[in-house]
């Protein structure tokens, strides 16, 4: 291995660090801002040190939003550029009365699904308890140790949405892509074992029944919309008329 010490130290190592300080920047007439030897270290204060911001215009294109102009370049709230990507499990079981039956709805006379929500903490707004995930994880990982193996495992998987997501944090060069899956409890005996419990960003949780008259954070109406209709599950009082996918 090569010994490169002293290059994350106190910055003392001026030759480890003189590349990354010259100017023009490559390929670009943009010049840095000057720092001297002593203040490379981040452990210096500086305050006014304002550094020069330049991103190629080559590398702006390529993380470019797929679904236009948003009127906010760079990364805003974001933690990487191009896609971020989220996901968001949608556990459902059939709504049931004391004795066990599924409950239909007096107007449809569609079985009513449930599904688990959250309350989240940033907003206020009923939501799909869903999360952040690296590029390559998994929900169904997350899922597996939340619920266990063999809970996840009796439940049917169905992919509802995959992909870009309308999101306020979106950028022309940051943005939120989800992958929005069912998992459905057909007979209700899996999920009525488990006890729900919110995580650290949320503060309640609990079955919440699925219908156009939810108010639900983000795209997440959408999401549910479509395992309702997928189920052949109560959706509105007005037929097939609220289904606009
Ligand atoms: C939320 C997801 C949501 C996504 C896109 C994430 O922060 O956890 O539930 O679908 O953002 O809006």
Redesign the pocket.
Known sequence: MLNMKGARGGGANRNAHSKARMSPYPQSTVERSHVPDEKVSWRVEWHEYKPVEYTAAAILAGPANPAGRTGLGGQGLLGRWGPNH?A?PIITRWKRDNHGNKVSHPVSGKDILQFVAIKRKDCGEW??P???VDPGEKISATLKREFGEEAMNSLEHLMVYKGY?D?PRNTDNAW?E?EAVNYHDETGETMDNLTLEAGDDAGKVKWVEISDKLKL????SQFIELVAKNRGAHWSEDGDQGYHG
Do not use: L, Q, R
């Open positions: 989220a968001d939501a799909i869903g999360g952040m997501v999101d939120m989800t954070y983000a795209s997440h």
